[in-house]
């Protein structure tokens, strides 16, 4: 089908044509995370380490005690006694 042009209005873009995406502030709900215990066993470290690091220590919106707080509540037994 063709405008009054005679161009086709589907495939014809003005240049003064402007396309305005909504700005909308969706609320999504992201499941828990956890993170287990850490306890001192030195095999379970490096995943209890790349857990904490994602999600607490690489956030740039925690403070650094904020973040040693944190670390403090997923440590416990020995490796609580060494922080």
């Known amino acids: 089908m063709k405008n009054q042009e005679g161009s086709d209005p589907v495939n014809s873009i003005s240049s ?5 995406i909504p700005n909308t502030n969706m609320n999504v709900k992201l499941p828990l995370i956890v993170i287990n215990t850490f306890y001192g066993d030195i095999e379970e470290f490096p995943s209890f380490w790349e857990h904490f690091q994602s ?20 440590l416990d037994d020995k490796a609580k006694r060494l922080v």
Do not use: A, E, K, P
């Open 16 to 20: 003064s044509s402007t396309v305005q």
């Open 55 to 74: 999600f607490i220590d690489n956030d740039d919106s925690l403070l650094l005690v904020d973040t040693h707080v944190f670390l403090r509540g997923f």
